[in-house]
């Protein structure tokens, strides 16, 4: 039997995610599938569940277990250039094999922020991105040394303190280690680091 693929398994936990929003269960129906995930998703299955996060585990879970990629694709448009790269999905998890998609995509990643940051202010993230330490250019390629990948972002309701006119920001975070619920939790052998670019002088 057919197995879900990474695209389902986002719709299924996003789904599922606004229905505990909302303080709704959701009853999943698929046509195609596994028993391991199915015999979850009817109605008395999902009742059994007291929050979401009990049933993100659950996708997590079936990922380990058949292999699953948690890897999803984006295009990131910033000023004139447009990137394609790969990005572990904040709901999913990474699979042992995504380490080594990201750390190929790594180079490019890192070019097209050396490349789209020149002008701009630096600063490193610290204390879960509340505060926020100055930094120069140069110091990015000390930084990046070992990182084991690399991916961006644009902020959205940042907490850095903006000084850009135009608003236009990215942050770079770097990885070691495998990015297992990275969003969510810090596991043991898994580190990060965010660098937050700001344009300051509102030049494009």
Known sequence: MKGYTTEQLVEIVIKEQSACLKGDRLNLHME??????????????????????DFRRLIHDYQRQHQVSGIVWHTMS??????????IHDQLIAIDGDLEILYRAKSRV????????QDMELSLLIDHGKQYRLI???DVHAIVQGSDWATLFK??????????????????????????????????????ELLHAVEIHGNS
């Not at 920001?169 to 043991?188: D, Y």
Request: hydrophobic share 30%.
């Open 32 to 53: 195609v599938g596994s028993p391991f995930i199915d015999r979850f998703i009817s109605t008395e299955g999902m009742q059994q569940f007291a929050a979401y996060q």
């Open 136 to 138: 120069h250019h140069e």
């Open 155 to 192: 902020p959205e309701n940042s907490n850095y303190p903006s000084r850009s006119r135009s608003g236009l920001e990215l942050i770079l975070q770097l990885g070691w280690g495998l990015p297992k619920e990275w969003s969510h939790c810090h596991g043991s052998g898994f580190r990060n």
């Open 78 to 87: 910033f000023r004139t250039t447009d990137l394609h790269y790969p990005q």
């Open 110 to 117: 890192l070019d097209f922020w050396y490349q789209s940051t």
